[in-house]
């Protein structure tokens, strides 16, 4: 993207500070609303910072506690040069997207992160390197004004502004339909209408402020929010639909947009506790369509949490619901999402079975635009089970559909996924296909076969859950290992009490979490307190695998309050709760 000639003025400016704020503290706030602006210059600025030998961090705020000291704790524990001093620079993301709408707690995403500010100015003195926050223009006015002492330490204010663009068609996941909408400023359509909804509910009010109307008109309007990628408003909006919302049904409804709108800013475990109130209600009701839309948001948020079989269950009682009412166009997405999910779980002829399922309804249908995302979770499959002629076919089915509805971000998946089977195949008569349905010269899709791949494949990758049970296995052995060298049976209790607190740990059970952070951290100290005083008297295999072990020690509690575990236990802890309830 190309910067325009402020932006690039202040770009220059963030430059020359960052430059001349080497090796001490210095917080410099960079105030963007345009998300591609705002990558292109942190862009920008680390190609720079690089080749004059300055090493770039990224730290980014977690949302449930923005705590600008905290990330960068974090990130400075298993970050050397962020230690020792050397030259560096380090971007903080993610106040960009705190919401300033209270929903199930009682201070805000931002009202945290304001308050956090306010006390963190003296205590990050410790860090001696520069610091861009990014913000956006209201976070910055909220800092401004409410941490105050934190916004008269700042080093420079850099505001760059958003940049004209086309709006683009998401290729949605099957049975979601989304765009990505052109910001509110960039739309004078969807401005306006905002502008006489807000107008109908203020002279609504000025008349009846118990109106049964005004449920109606806030909804329209954060919809009309969601249109425009106003995810906050969107959800004030629906906020108050729900204040006015007087019968079970319609709270039910405003249930699933809040979810939704949560879910897609990836706010996933706020977004289920509004799904399964909604699916509650509706099941009181015995609301058909209703429960159909809680258990496949459902279905989908437990997914993000890899918590696979509940995924699994949660779609089928879709299905089943769906079987019962006769809905067979509908049951296709349901099929896509239960193969995506067995897939997940390496039930791999299950997943096929379901994907071609969904295929068959889709062709019955004559749904070629849904036909192309089974088509490319086919060919995913057909790759994991090292079939690369039946993944071409497919991917090239996959491609096909996407180039006749001229969607540029399924064209550009289908083509990457293609170019990964060339690699593995060097099968020449992909490039001739592709270029041919591209309508493309042969050379422009060799030299884009031949180019190495940026993305990096993460579909073998461990879970969170089974990387923390390989570190506890780790651990265990080693401390096995050492009780047999030093002789000291007594201690065989106390690897069996910690298995159990383990096990209840894995379960998702607090209590175990802090009772097995509590025990690791004292047996940390306690190992490196041995080894510094027995030193002498220790044997070097019983040194080594003492200091081993503490190191193991810390390694496991910062892993279990890293955010893909924090979200793992949550999800533990809700379904034993539905189970409990069942």
């Known amino acids: 993207m190309e910067l325009n000639k402020a932006n690039q003025r202040e770009l220059a400016k963030l430059i020359v500070s960052i430059r001349a704020s080497a090796y001490r503290l210095d917080l410099l706030m960079a105030i963007c609303d345009d998300p591609d602006v705002r990558e292109t210059v942190i862009n920008r600025y680390e190609t720079v910072m690089k080749q004059e030998g300055v090493t770039t ?186 204040d006015s919302a007087k019968e079970p049904e319609k709270q039910a409804e405003i249930f699933i947009k809040l979810g939704k709108t949560l879910q897609r800013s990836r706010r996933f475990e706020s977004a289920q506790e509004y799904f399964q109130q909604a699916l509650e209600i509706f099941e009181k ?55 995506i999910v067995t897939q997940e779980l390496r039930e791999f002829e299950l997943a096929r079975s379901y994907y071609q399922q969904a295929l068959d309804i889709y062709v019955e249908f004559n749904d070629r635009y849904s036909q192309a995302s089974t088509y490319s979770q086919l060919g995913l499959l057909a790759e994991e089970l090292k079939d690369f002629q039946q993944a071409k076919t497919c991917h090239l089915q996959d491609l096909q559909l996407s180039v006749e509805f001229n969607d540029q971000r399924r064209i550009d998946f289908a083509t990457s996924n293609l170019a990964r089977i060339y690699k593995t195949t060097h099968d020449q008569d992909l ?22 791949s940026n993305s990096s494949d993460n579909s ?35 690897i069996l009490f910690t298995a159990a607190t383990m096990y209840f740990t894995l379960e998702g059970y607090r209590w175990a979490k802090w009772l097995l952070i509590a025990v690791l951290s004292l047996s940390a100290v306690a190992l490196i307190g041995l080894v510094a005083v027995l030193s002498a008297s220790l044997s070097t295999v019983l040194s080594v695998g003492s200091i081993a072990m503490a190191i193991l020690c810390g390694i496991i509690i910062y892993t279990l309050q890293t955010d893909p575990l924090t979200q793992f236990f949550a999800q533990r802890r809700k379904a034993r709760q539905q189970s409990d309830a069942k």
Request: glycine share 6%; net charge neutral.
């Open 431 to 452: 490039v001739q296909q592709v270029a041919t349905l591209m309508n493309k010269p042969i050379d422009e899709i060799q030299q884009r076969f031949d180019a190495p």
């Open 57 to 242: 961090y990224r730290a980014s705020l977690d949302p449930n506690a923005p705590s600008l000291k905290a990330s960068l704790t974090a990130l400075a524990k298993y970050n050397t040069p962020l230690q020792s001093g050397e030259n560096v620079v380090v971007t903080v993301l993610g106040a960009t997207g705190l919401f300033g709408v209270r929903l199930n707690e009682e201070k805000s995403e931002q009202e945290k992160f304001f308050f956090s500010l306010q006390w963190t100015r003296e205590s990050l003195r410790e860090f001696k390197f520069p610091v861009v926050l990014w913000l956006s223009g209201a976070i910055a006015k909220g800092v401004a004004q409410k941490a105050q002492d934190f916004w008269s330490w700042r080093g420079g204010v850099f505001e760059f502004e958003g940049q004209q663009r086309q709006a683009i068609m998401i290729a949605p996941e099957i049975g979601e339909i989304e765009t990505r909408s052109l910001p509110i400023n960039e739309n004078p359509e969807l401005a306006q209408k905002v502008a006489e909804l807000e107008q109908q509910i203020i002279d609504l009010r000025q008349q009846n402020t118990q109106s049964p109307l005004l449920r109606g008109l806030y909804t329209e309007l954060g919809d009309t929010y969601q249109q425009q990628g106003n995810k906050e408003s969107a959800l004030d909006a629906y906020r108050q639909a729900l």
């Open 285 to 339: 009701l015995d609301h058909k369509e209703g429960q159909l839309q809680s258990y496949y948001q459902l279905g989908r948020t437990a997914r993000y949490f890899r918590e696979f079989e509940l995924s699994k269950e949660y779609f089928q009682k879709n299905l089943e619901l769906k079987e019962r009412i006769k809905d067979r166009q509908g049951q296709a997405s349901t099929y896509h999402m239960l193969g």
């Open 460 to 494: 073998s990758s461990p879970s969170p859950k089974k990387r923390l049970i390989a570190l506890f296995l780790i651990l265990l052995v080693l401390d096995a290992t050492l009780i047999y060298l030093s002789k000291d049976l007594w201690a065989i209790g106390r």
